[in-house]
């Protein structure tokens, strides 16, 4: 490949990275709180904003207020039967990793967003993509 052409790559992989930066460090966070499992908690309710980050992240929704279970005559419960081929301990290898990932893409986008913005002749231009990345995702929630 030209010189040029690689040149013009770097920039498009630069701009579109600043710009996907805030949504790429939002994903990565509710993902890794998707792989915890912070969400499904029922006793006691996970925090609003645990569920808000859930619901973004399923369901591109914040999600909706629950009506409480009704309680089942003679005091039955209304837990799901657990299914042994999605044992909680069976995965845990995989859970590792899905952490490790997460985290690893949160901190390697924040690392270049660094890179981004303390780069002289790009930074103006880098800051109003980055606010822009920001800025166009909460205006399509808002729709």
């Given at each position: 490949?030209?010189?040029?052409t690689l040149r013009?790559?770097?920039?498009w992989?630069h701009?579109?990275?600043v710009?996907?930066?805030?949504a790429?460090?939002?994903f990565a966070?509710s993902?890794?709180l998707?792989?915890?499992?912070w969400?499904?908690?029922?006793?006691?309710p996970?925090p609003a904003?645990?569920?808000?980050?859930?619901?973004?992240?399923k369901?591109?929704?914040?999600?909706?207020?629950?009506?409480p279970?009704?309680a089942r005559?003679?005091g039955a419960?209304t837990?799901?039967p657990?299914d042994?081929?999605?044992?909680?301990e069976a995965?845990?290898p995989?859970?590792?990793f899905a952490?490790l990932?997460a985290l690893?893409?949160?901190l390697?986008?924040?690392i270049?967003?660094?890179?981004?913005?303390?780069?002289p002749?790009?930074?103006?231009?880098?800051?109003?993509v980055?606010?822009?990345?920001?800025?166009v995702?909460?205006?399509?929630?808002l729709?």
């Amino acid at each position: 490949m030209k010189g040029a052409t690689l040149r013009r790559l770097r920039h498009w992989h630069h701009y579109i990275g600043v710009f996907l930066a805030p949504a790429i460090l939002f994903f990565a966070s509710s993902g890794f709180l998707q792989v915890v499992g912070w969400q499904d908690q029922r006793n006691p309710p996970p925090p609003a904003w645990v569920s808000w980050m859930a619901g973004i992240h399923k369901k591109q929704a914040a999600p909706k207020p629950r009506p409480p279970a009704p309680a089942r005559p003679g005091g039955a419960s209304t837990a799901k039967p657990v299914d042994e081929h999605h044992d909680a301990e069976a995965f845990v290898p995989l859970k590792v990793f899905a952490l490790l990932t997460a985290l690893g893409l949160f901190l390697t986008t924040l690392i270049g967003l660094a890179v981004a913005l303390g780069t002289p002749m790009m930074r103006r231009t880098s800051a109003v993509v980055l606010t822009a990345g920001v800025v166009v995702p909460v205006l399509l929630f808002l729709l």
